[in-house]
């Protein structure tokens, strides 16, 4: 296979928002292509948002009680094989190992697609009573799924995410567990990915295989398409029952446990480029960016007596300051190149210092969200670089909030929103009549699907099926997806 020519140019976003997304990712070194179809490599960049995302979000599941362990990749056919809803819902997907060595294999083992049905199988002999139970366990891990379509982080054979796997002894206390993270994951993903959502409830067409209900987080890219960027599952006694799942309960009792499942992916990270990048690269939220603050000395003169001692004692401080802080002193390359350079690759703060700078003991600050250029003194620079990066993760979360609600549209008749849909794009609030034909109808004709039904429904809630005409039942929310 010929090797493909690397990335020497960033296509524009309105030229061509597919081709800008894939050259940014390889262009700024978050990842690249696996010689293998479909797999990608993170590469350190890349990987180090997927280290501080599984910080931060690791910090608040524990915090809620979970824990940490880890189960094996692979899965005997029989496990899958017990559950057959959940078996059809992944098998076009499912990478089998058949041979150990040179040796096949007596039975068949399922590279993990999800782990239900390992994790089900030792709930089963870890779970004896209601002094068992709640059981919250988390894992973070890869998955592989024979994807037929990839694109870097959106979708691929192999992704890393964090599954969690609950049992509980009551159905109230496994919906609260479900609906308790969805909330984790819309105040992690609006908080530290600055990316506002909508939340709620999967149809039943959409919802997760062996699942009684699931909930999902949904956003909106800046090319008007919609992204799930997580999901939480009450998963109800169905697994419990095909592994026998059981506990004796406070009355002596035997009964199957209820359970949830919930995960988010390393697909975050192509929700970052994608909801907040522009022409000139990556825009990183400070809270999650690998570099915070990148310095840059001018070049110029005798600099490296100068200015280069100066931009080492900033960083110093700086790092003490607790922020992630890098110095760009290579000679190879000229200041105006680093600029461009740590632009694209969507550093929150861009600290230039110049022998006029010290001479006038101050640096000059752009942020890389606005372009704003600031000098600042360097007397007590570090409380004022860290308010700048907390003004920039506010200003980045209010500027995606602002395009989602300008391109959050209401649709009345079944014309508005199949014009709304072609020429506009964005979410669509519109009425349904919770019948499957029509959700399959508005799918098949215009290419969109219900992404969320919101939780706060209103309860004098009446008219017509954008669809169908028919009474409506529910509000949704539509758009095309990825």
């Known amino acids: 296979m010929k090797e493909e020519r690397l990335v020497t140019r960033i296509t524009p976003k309105s030229e061509d928002f597919s081709r800008w997304y894939v050259d940014l990712i390889r262009r700024a070194e978050l990842a690249d292509y696996a010689p293998m179809k479909g797999m990608m490599v993170i590469r350190p960049y890349g990987y180090a948002i997927w280290e501080n995302i599984q910080r931060l979000l690791d910090r608040r599941l524990k915090a809620s009680g979970h824990v940490n362990a880890y189960f094996p990749v692979f899965i005997p056919e029989s496990f ?18 058949t ?14 697609p999800t782990s239900e049905a390992i994790i089900g199988h030792m709930y089963s002999k870890w779970i004896q009573s209601w002094r068992d139970l709640p059981l919250l366990i988390n894992q973070w891990a890869n998955v592989v799924r024979w994807e ?69 987080i949904e956003a909106l890219m800046s090319d008007g398409k919609a992204l799930q960027m997580g999901t939480s599952h009450n998963l109800g006694q169905h697994f ?22 919930w ?9 970052l480029v994608m ?33 280069l001692p100066l931009a080492c004692k900033l960083r110093d401080s700086l790092q003490q300051a607790g922020c992630r802080v890098h110095l760009d002193d290579r ?28 001479r006038n003991n101050q640096v000059i600050v752009v942020r890389r969200e606005s372009q704003e250029k600031t000098a600042l003194g360097m007397e007590g620079v570090e409380e004022r670089v860290k308010e700048m990066l907390a003004a920039i993760q506010k200003s980045l979360f209010q500027r995606a909030l602002t ?79 990825y």
């Open 80 to 97: 899958l094989r017990k559950e057959m809803e959940h078996l059809k819902g992944f098998a076009p997907e499912v990478a089998w190992v």
């Open 99 to 112: 041979h150990g060595g040179e040796d096949e294999l007596e039975e068949r083992l399922a590279v993990r």
């Open 148 to 216: 037929k379509v990839t694109r870097p982080f959106l979708r691929t054979t192999e992704f890393l995410w964090q599954e969690g796997h609950t049992a509980h002894e009551t159905f109230e206390e496994a919906q609260e567990e479900t609906l308790r993270i969805l909330e984790i994951y819309r105040e992690f993903v609006e908080t530290e990915l600055a990316i506002p959502v909508l939340y709620g409830r999967k149809t039943d067409r959409e919802k997760f295989a062996g699942a009684e209900a699931t909930y999902a």
């Open 240 to 261: 419990a029952r095909v592994f026998d799942i059981k506990f004796e309960d406070r009355n002596q009792k035997l009964q199957y446990v209820w359970q949830t499942s």
């Open 263 to 271: 995960g988010v992916s390393t697909r975050l990270i192509g929700a």
């Open 275 to 307: 909801s907040h990048g522009d022409d000139s690269g990556l825009v990183f939220p400070p809270r999650v960016a690998p570099i915070q603050v990148i310095i840059v000395p001018i070049s110029v003169g005798n600099w490296k007596e100068s200015v």
């Open 331 to 358: 000679t190879e390359y000229t200041p105006g190149w680093k600029f461009s350079e740590w632009e694209m690759r969507g550093v929150p703060l861009r600290l230039e210092i110049g022998p006029r700078d010290v």
């Open 403 to 481: 395009f989602q609600k300008e391109n959050t549209r209401e649709a009345e008749s079944y014309e508005e929103f199949k014009k709304t849909v072609e020429e506009k794009r964005g979410f669509i609030r519109a009425l349904w009549c919770g019948r499957e034909d029509c959700e399959a109808k508005i799918k098949e004709e215009t290419m969109a699907t219900i992404r969320v039904i919101p939780l706060d429904q209103d309860k004098d809630l009446s008219g017509r099926c954008v669809c169908c005409g028919q009474e409506a039942r529910t509000l949704a929310y539509f758009a095309r997806a």
